[in-house]
C-alpha cells in the first residue's frame, strides 16, 4: 500500500520571508497575491497543504499548487501573468487583414461587403467576430458616405491660406466666412386642430400647401466673435438669377480689397 506523499518543503531566505509577509499584509495587494503568499509562508513554516487550505480558505489542490511552484521559480512563481489559458484565436493581425478586405474590390455580383462576405474572403475567421471587430470600430457596410475631392492642384496652399487667417486675422480686420442656400421653397401648410369622431382632438400641419416662390438665405460667421448674420433676398426671374448673385460677390470682393489690397482672392 502507497503512503501519502510528503508535501514539498519550502525553505525561505531572510529577504524571501520579509517579500512575503510584506505582501500578506499589505490591504494594496491584490487578494488573489496575498493569499498566495500566506500558502507559502504558512508551508514554510512545515504546516500541511490540507491545513493550509483550512487556514486560508482554499482547496488543497490550490494550497498544494503554489507551494510547489514556488519551491520552483520562487517569488516569480506568484505571479500567473501569460499563463490564463489558451493563447488568443484572433489578434492584431487579424484585424488589419479584416480592414485590407475592406479595400479591395467587392466580388462580381455584389455591391458592398458584408460580414459573411469579408469572412469568406479570408477564410480563416469567424463571422461572428468579423461583426464584433466592426462594431469596435464603428464601421457601417451598410451606411453610404460621400464626399467631394476638388481638383484645383493649388487647392492645399489655397485651404491653408484661408486657415490661417481664421487663425490669425490680420490685426483690426473682419473676417467673415460666407455661404448661401440657394431656392429655398416658401410653403405655407394649413395648421391647426383636427376633431375626430370620438371627441379627441389632433394638433398637426395638413399635406395641402400653398406655394410663395422661393428665398435665398445668405450667412455670415463671424470669425472672431462667433455671431452669425443672415438675411433673405427674394431672387428676381430665373433668367436674371446670376446677375443677382454677382453684386454681392463683386461688393464683396471690393469691401475686402479695400481694406487690404495685399490680401489675394480665391475663387
Not at 487663425?167 to 401648410?189: C, F, M, N, T, Y
Not at 394649413?190 to 375626430?196: I, M, V
Not at 445668405?218 to 466673435?225: G, K, R, S
Amino acid at each position: 500500500m502507497r503512503g501519502i506523499p510528503e508535501a514539498t518543503p519550502i525553505v525561505l531566505t531572510a529577504d524571501e520571508s520579509a517579500e512575503l509577509e510584506n505582501l500578506a499584509r499589505s490591504t494594496k495587494t491584490e487578494y488573489r497575491l496575498r493569499q498566495r503568499a500566506l500558502i507559502v509562508l504558512l508551508a514554510a513554516e512545515g504546516m500541511a497543504s490540507r491545513a493550509i487550505g483550512r487556514e486560508v480558505s482554499c482547496t488543497t489542490g490550490t494550497a498544494s499548487k503554489w507551494r510547489v511552484r514556488y519551491a520552483r521559480d520562487r517569488l516569480a512563481g506568484l505571479d500567473e501573468t501569460g499563463n490564463r489559458g489558451a493563447e488568443p484565436k484572433y489578434t492584431a493581425e487579424t484585424d488589419k487583414r479584416i480592414l485590407a478586405v475592406l479595400d479591395r474590390p467587392v466580388p462580381a455580383g455584389h455591391g458592398r461587403w458584408t460580414g459573411p462576405l469579408i469572412a469568406a474572403e479570408l477564410g480563416d475567421v469567424d463571422v461572428q467576430y468579423v461583426w464584433r471587430f466592426l462594431r469596435v470600430q464603428k464601421i457601417d457596410l451598410a451606411a453610404r458616405k460621400s464626399w467631394c475631392e476638388s481638383n484645383d492642384p493649388d487647392f492645399a496652399a489655397k485651404a491653408a491660406e484661408i486657415v490661417g487667417l481664421y487663425l490669425d486675422p490680420p490685426d483690426g480686420a473682419l473676417v467673415l466666412a460666407v455661404d448661401e442656400k440657394p431656392s429655398i421653397q416658401a410653403l405655407e401648410r394649413a395648421q391647426g386642430y383636427l376633431k375626430l369622431s370620438n371627441g379627441r382632438a389632433l394638433t398637426g400641419r395638413s399635406h395641402d400647401y400653398k406655394r410663395h416662390g422661393t428665398t435665398t438665405l445668405f450667412a455670415a460667421l463671424d470669425i472672431a466673435t462667433g455671431e452669425v448674420r443672415t438675411k433673405h433676398y427674394s431672387p428676381p426671374p430665373a433668367h436674371r438669377v446670376p446677375r443677382f448673385y454677382e453684386p454681392h460677390r463683386r461688393r464683396a470682393s471690393q469691401a475686402a480689397n479695400s481694406c487690404h489690397p495685399r490680401q489675394p482672392q480665391h475663387p
